[in-house]
């Protein structure tokens, strides 16, 4: 920095104006990511009120609806046949001809494009298919169990999902049907099946469509639909993650359909339940709330980084503008409006920065006060402007002459002060330098008259150095004396004052 524009405020300003910036922060981050908090729950709140009031449950009916209709007309066929009048005379009149059932179960399965169609006899345990004789049940084989199971609930119809040995062992839905006789008593069991992969297809069709995890299960809790095959007929809510911990409450679902909220490896899933009637079963629907919310998420980190960024811009500009003021407002403190030098509060805090130097390093210093000669002739006759030019001119002179180091400072009125980290004698060799400065210096200007009063001002220099316990004050006023003095002897001079003692 030049001897002509040291200085800076004092460290507390900056502070002032870290706080500010600090404050400003605080608020603009608080008011943007508040604000996106704030938005975030809101909509968030509201897609998880829509998912749940309206979304779910429209597309669990919509499926119960479709399921009801497709499983409506295998329960219809197998019910019709259970009491079809055929298929009771032949099972009454002894089942001797074969060919006649097979043809039955075939035309009934052709109609209506079933997996499956039987009819066992609780008489002889023959098991007929539409293919023909099949086997002979058994209460010891593992495969005719569900038949007794059937037999001894004393039920007119059930659901059962079990393997078709008859049909390369195809997991299929069987709607089993009571048939009786004529007094009441029972003929054996009729129905038809439908193939898993069947309703696993319609299942994964509404997956994709409404873009959720829809299955079945039975009252017990035990997977009898599923897009993943594995788990049908082998896992129970009961065990699955996340809905372990509300079976019971699920499976209590009663006519009214039940919502559920739980946590499935780090993720909130949102389900709903509906019982189905005619299967005795119940429907799932799991909607993933967390990825339903995901652009909500996306929203509020673009928010949140739109934010920052217009509050970092803010911020910036912020500090822009109070730099620029602050700027101006430092050199409308220390610097001197007419000479842009130093002005008398710039001059105090130097002094105290030497001062601090000195008592560190014992370095010594001066202070030479400058007084122009012959300036009030300059306003009498040129006025004041030109009286101004003259001050400007000086003390342009003065910073140029001084080391870059020194400072340059206005007193008062066409009296000048320079702080040099010099002792007297190095002092002095500065004072004269600036005396020769002004001398050969055209203040007046070219093609300006020989009587100009400016051609004739010069300047009268008092040095002082530092000596323990000084003030500025004190040096200026030894200083001063020490300027009178050259005043005294016809100015253009310098002179020098030590201190008493």
């Avoid at 968030?44 to 669990?60: G, H, M, N």
């Avoid at 299929?172 to 004529?182: C, D, L, P």
């Avoid at 051609?455 to 001063?480: H, N, P, W």
């Amino acid at each position: 920095m030049t001897a002509k524009l040291r200085g800076a405020f004092p460290v507390e300003r900056f502070s002032a104006r870290n706080r500010l910036l600090l404050a400003l922060t605080v608020i603009l981050v608080t008011a943007f990511v508040g604000t996106s908090l704030i938005n975030y729950a809101i909509t968030s709140s509201a897609i998880r009120r829509e998912i749940v009031q309206k979304d779910l449950p429209l597309t669990r009916d919509n499926i119960y609806s479709d399921l009801a209709a497709e499983l409506s007309r295998p329960i219809l066929v197998a019910s019709s046949m259970a009491v079809d009048s055929f298929l009771k005379e032949w099972v009454e009149s002894g089942e001797r001809d074969v060919d006649l059932i097979t043809r039955y179960l075939r035309g009934i399965r052709d109609r209506y494009d079933f997996f499956s169609v039987f009819f066992v006899s609780e008489k002889t345990g023959n098991y007929y298919h539409f293919n023909g004789f099949h086997k002979v049940v058994s209460p010891e084989d593992a495969h005719d169990v569900w038949y007794y199971s059937f037999r001894d609930r004393n039920k007119d119809y059930e659901l059962d999902v079990d393997n078709d040995e008859a049909a390369a062992n195809n997991l299929t839905v069987f709607i089993n049907y009571r048939v009786a006789g004529r007094d009441g008593g029972l003929l054996g069991v009729t129905g038809v099946g439908l193939q898993i992969q069947r309703l696993a297809a319609l299942i994964a069709e509404y997956q994709h469509i409404y873009d959720r995890a829809i299955y079945l299960t039975d009252r017990a809790g035990l997977i009898q639909v599923h897009q993943d095959q594995a788990l049908i007929e082998k896992k129970s809510i009961s065990t699955l993650p996340g809905l372990a911990p509300l079976a019971g409450k699920i499976l209590a679902t009663g006519e009214e359909p039940q919502n559920f909220r739980f946590s499935r490896q780090g993720e909130t899933i949102l389900l709903t339940v509906r019982h189905i009637g005619q299967l005795n079963w119940l429907l799932f629907v799991e909607q993933n709330e967390t990825a339903a919310l995901h652009e909500a998420r996306m929203n509020l980190l673009r928010t949140v980084l739109v934010g920052l960024v217009a509050s970092l811009f803010i911020i910036g500009l912020t500090l822009f503008t109070i730099n620029h003021f602050q700027a101006r407002l430092e050199v409308m403190a220390t610097i001197d409006a007419l000479t842009g030098v130093a002005n008398r509060r710039m001059l105090e805090i130097e002094f105290s920065r030497f001062l601090s130097v000195q008592q560190r390093s014992r370095h010594p210093f001066s202070l030479i006060l400058v007084d122009l000669d012959g300036f009030k002739k300059v306003n009498d006759v040129l006025g004041h402007m030109s009286g101004d030019m003259v001050l400007r001119q000086v003390a342009d002179i003065s910073a140029g002459t001084v080391r870059p180091i020194d400072v340059v400072a206005r007193w008062g009125g066409d009296e000048f002060v320079v702080l040099t980290g010099l002792g007297t004698a190095e002092a002095v060799m500065v004072a004269r330098r600036l005396v020769d400065a002004v001398v050969t210096a055209d203040l007046a200007g070219v093609g300006t008259r020989m009587d100009d009063p400016r051609k004739e001002i010069t300047i009268s220099c008092g040095i002082t150095e530092y000596v323990q316990g000084d003030d500025l004050d004190s040096m200026i006023t030894r200083a001063d004396q020490a300027m009178y003095t050259s005043k005294r002897e016809g100015g253009n001079r310098v002179s020098v004052l030590a201190a008493a003692g």
